[in-house]
């Protein structure tokens, strides 16, 4: 059925300069069907398909707090196998950390993943992706940044969150090595919300020109016969999406909760095995 329904949407793609999309080949959505490619909507339709993923989210949530029973059925199963995988895995890493950072962590995860695969349905795509892509995985970094920084605060003090980004110097060679390790642990931890963007952005779009190219492939096989389908040619590449998007939204959760254990005071980095 998804293969049908995509493989009916034809492929995004026109010389530069004739009022179509330019770029690497991509699959039309209901925003750029409608209103076309060099639109107000188009420069937006990120924001707009993060923003509508964030109400299909919440509508579950909330319909998953408010019809919980003593004896759950399958979607409060779903929900809270889902809870409980996340909540064992973050739990390994930050130990009795783990319940502060949870919910952002947690909502971090099932968000990243959810905009990931939002692209395998019909009309839809991946606010990760695109040619705007890059503005939805900087704002998901930047959030992890500043949290992070302000758990750093918070945890350490100033003085204390000052000595960490100096190498913690604790004798002579360690005070004469300030210089060297300041500015080193101020570019690392810059290029932290660098590298989780980038990453993120680049796989998921990578994946989504993948899916588009053999959609066309599909397509072409077929133009011959003028049929209003084509041979579903990325089917196999759905099952491989579903397997990058998963590992994309665990690399970037995983990562964001080390960043947080670099910053927890030592004495308090104790994990239950």
């Known amino acids: 059925m998804m ?22 080949p991509e699959l039309p959505n209901v925003l750029t069907l409608i209103f ?8 937006w339709m990120n924001v707009l398909f993060a923003m509508a993923i964030v109400v299909i989210i919440c509508t579950l ?8 029973e003593m004896i ?14 996340l909540d064992n895995f973050f ?9 502060t950072f949870l919910p952002f962590l947690g909502t ?40 992070v920084q302000y758990t750093g605060v918070r945890r350490l003090g100033i003085v204390g969150f000052l000595d960490h980004l100096a190498g913690q110097p604790r004798d002579l060679i360690g005070w004469c090595l300030v210089p060297i390790n300041l500015p080193i642990h101020i570019i690392g931890e810059l290029s932290k919300p660098v590298s989780l963007a980038l990453r993120l952005f680049g796989n998921i779009t990578g994946e989504d020109v993948l899916l588009a190219v ?15 389908v084509g041979l579903p040619l990325h089917l196999p590449f759905i099952f491989l999406a579903l397997v990058v998007s ?17 910053m927890l005071p030592h004495h308090e980095e104790e994990h239950a095995h």
């Open 91 to 99: 739990y390994n890493i930050l130990g009795k950390d783990c319940r």
């Open 214 to 228: 053999f959609v066309g492939l599909g397509i072409s096989a077929l133009g011959f016969m003028h049929s209003p």
């Open 3 to 24: 293969s049908s329904c995509l493989s009916l949407l034809p492929l995004a793609s026109a010389p530069h300069g004739s009022g179509g999309h330019s770029g690497p």
């Open 72 to 85: 759950p059925g399958p979607f409060q199963n779903g929900v809270e196998f889902v809870v409980e995988s």
């Open 246 to 262: 998963l590992i994309q939204a665990l690399v970037f959760t995983l990562l964001s909760s080390i960043y947080f254990l670099m």
């Open 36 to 43: 076309g490619h060099d639109t107000w909507v188009a420069h």
């Open 108 to 147: 971090l995860f099932v968000y990243i993943f959810a905009m990931n695969i939002f692209a395998l349905f019909p009309g839809m795509m991946s606010p990760p992706g695109g040619p705007y892509g890059i503005n939805t995985t900087a704002a998901l970094a930047l959030c992890v940044f500043f949290y």
């Open 61 to 68: 949530a909330l319909k998953a707090y408010r019809h919980r």
